[in-house]
């Protein structure tokens, strides 16, 4: 069979309002060093001895009381790869700034802070330059979907509200990590409408795949062909978030964060969410999964349980499964786990996810058979993230 490249499409107020890339405006470089050494799991001690300066002279940079000089701006630059120009156009434009800021610039900024992580999102690309606190607040406003800033988000087709669950327990982060998956999600052109069947007969054709690693690729066209929208977001720091499926019977978005990086995890938790698109559930951003979903789940809500149940089976016959787990446990080898997965036409990393996730077998066993596939996946899915940008044009 002759193989088609999916092309995607990504309108131009879409790009121009969360794609450009410049640093902000506003806030105090302290800020952005401080989610930093945060991204790294440093200390302001570590980050001390890095730099060669005393700890007191960090606080004062973090807390925006001593100003970033050549020298501090080309040791930061070589400690966080970035260049020490990144830190000197920060400090300068911090500074120029606050020469013209409101009197209420600090409250404001607070606010917007409570929102989303600012900082973040402005190194990712998903703010642009923001000529006034006021243009921050509007772009803010722009990618959570919201009529002022202290309005609360309502990010779920209106169809959608009666689902079981609702946005008040997600945090800043996963908020903005969602809205901008929906936001690229309901950009992409797919080659067909989307209905039931036709997924059912593409996650048929995704069964196929999930013998050989870099077959992952196909699985964004193959989605496609049925209806369906997949996009790869890369977490924001500290969300711990896998997935979420936003059910819209004419755009389905199907978005993943591949956190983990093992053929297991990418598979269960694509049906996962594919399972929450058949089921007709959203609303519920997954999180905390580990290649096999959640462990013998007592207390999830029952559309997460038939989710896993069904990305469960989805990849491995679960009688089978229980039946080689009774006649082999504890005496699992790699020899025995590869033998199986051949039988069931499976990768030998997914049967040990499942093993793994029902606790038959410890999880610090045969990590050599969790093949890598995020970058098979994100070559040939629309991708936010791990070097991935889309330019500013159509």
């Keep these: 069979m002759a193989r088609r490249s999916l092309s995607f499409t990504v309108s131009r107020t879409t790009t121009r309002q969360a794609l450009m890339v410049t640093p902000p405006t506003f806030y ?21 001895d890095v730099l060669g300066v005393s700890a007191k002279t960090v606080n004062e940079i973090l807390t925006a009381k001593r100003s970033i000089t050549t020298e501090t701006a080309r040791a930061l630059g070589e400690a966080f790869g970035t260049g020490a120009e990144v830190w000197l156009r920060l400090e300068g434009r911090y500074q ?30 998903w703010l642009m330059e923001a000529s006034s606190i006021v243009d921050l607040e509007s772009q803010v406003c722009y990618l959570l979907r919201i009529e002022h800033i202290d309005a609360e988000p309502t990010p779920f087709p209106l169809a959608a509200r009666a689902s079981n669950s609702s946005t008040g327990d997600w945090t800043p982060s996963q908020l903005a990590w969602y809205c901008r998956a929906r936001q690229l999600g309901e950009g992409i052109e797919v080659s067909s409408r989307y209905t039931h069947k036709k997924l059912d007969a593409a996650i048929a054709r995704l069964r196929e795949l999930m013998l050989a690693p870099d077959e992952a690729r196909h699985a964004p066209r193959i989605l496609s062909e049925a209806g369906v929208r997949l996009v790869i977001v890369e977490p924001l720091a500290g969300t711990k978030i896998d997935g979420v499926a936003i059910y819209d019977v004419k755009k389905p978005i199907v978005a993943l964060s591949l956190r983990f990086d093992r053929i297991d995890y990418f598979w269960f938790t694509l049906m996962h969410e594919l399972a929450h698109i058949r089921c007709e559930h959203t609303g519920h951003l997954d999180q905390n999964k580990d290649g096999g979903g959640a462990a013998i789940d007592d207390g999830i809500a029952p559309w997460e349980r038939e989710a896993n149940d069904f990305a469960a089976a989805a990849l491995v016959p679960q009688d089978k499964l229980t039946s080689f787990i009774s006649r082999v446990q504890p005496f699992f080898s790699r020899k025995k786990i590869e033998g199986f997965a051949v039988l069931h036409d499976v990768h030998p990393g997914i049967v040990l996810g499942q093993l793994k996730n029902r ?8 990590h050599v058979l969790h093949a890598k596939v995020r970058d098979t996946v994100t070559a040939s899915a629309l991708c936010d993230g791990w070097g991935h940008f889309m330019g500013t044009e159509e």
Excluded at 28 to 48: K, T, V, Y
């Design 28 to 48: 105090p470089p302290g800020a952005h060093i401080r989610e930093e050494i945060e991204a790294r799991g440093w200390s302001q001690a570590d980050l001390a």
């Design 96 to 125: 120029l700034s606050r020469l013209a800021e409101p009197g209420d610039a600090v409250s404001r900024r607070a606010r917007l802070y409570s929102k989303a992580p600012v900082g973040e999102l402005q190194r990712r690309g």
């Design 359 to 366: 606790k038959a077998v410890p999880w610090r066993n045969l």
